[in-house]
């Protein structure tokens, strides 16, 4: 929901150009992103797993109904051959995951499959919501990135009402440090 908010309050990233969520699970943020969208067909949000795959195929018809020019839904597995998955699904200006990091092996697959699906657009990004659990974690993102010629920006959140709610959460109270809006862009050095 910190991802949704972020984008609903920085509309211009999404209102024009192709996006793709990764990892996206139930698929709120292309959801959001979709909705912001003057052209809702340029979003695909896509899972590794067929059925959340299913679900967000669900929820954008609940969403859009029939509408010929509605977001899509589409298995992506990281570790496919970037070139294949480029071919398949073309270049997207914006690239957004929410908590798509949880195990260390899945930091280069992500990025690769990134940099891949990322257009060379010098405004292209890749927003990240990212929940920190691991130092080791975090070095090895940033140096993934590096290797694969992303620059990384951190996004402030202090204006983002979702994430102070969330951090109220009795879960979330003694951490207030979990979650992190990243940006990465291509290095154009």
């Given at each position: 929901m910190i991802l949704s908010q972020h984008l609903v309050c920085h509309r211009e990233q999404v209102r024009t150009g192709r996006?793709?969520?990764?990892?996206?699970g139930v698929g709120l943020p292309g959801l959001v992103a979709a909705a912001l969208s003057q052209d809702p067909s340029g979003?695909?949000?896509t899972d590794y797993v067929e059925e959340a795959v299913d679900l967000i195929d669900m929820?954008?018809?609940?969403t859009f109904g029939n509408d010929n020019k509605r977001p899509k839904a589409a298995i992506i597995d990281w570790?496919?051959?970037?070139?294949?998955?480029?071919?398949h699904h073309g270049t997207f200006d914006v690239i957004i995951g929410s908590d798509?990091?949880?195990?260390?092996?899945?930091?280069?697959?992500?990025?690769?499959t990134?940099?891949?699906?990322l257009s060379n657009k010098l405004t292209s990004r890749f927003l990240m919501l990212y929940s920190r659990r691991n130092p080791k974690v975090d070095v090895l993102l940033f140096r993934?990135?590096?290797k694969y010629g992303l620059d990384s920006t951190e996004l402030s959140l202090e204006q983002n009402t979702v994430y102070h709610a969330v951090l109220k959460h009795p879960v979330y109270i003694e951490d207030t440090d979990m979650f992190h809006l990243y940006e990465f862009r291509h290095s154009h050095k």
């Open positions: 996006v793709l969520e990764v990892g996206a979003v695909v949000m929820n954008i018809a609940e570790d496919d051959d970037p070139s294949v998955l480029q071919e798509v990091v949880y195990w260390p092996e899945l930091i280069e697959p992500l990025i690769r990134v940099k891949a699906l993934t990135a590096q």
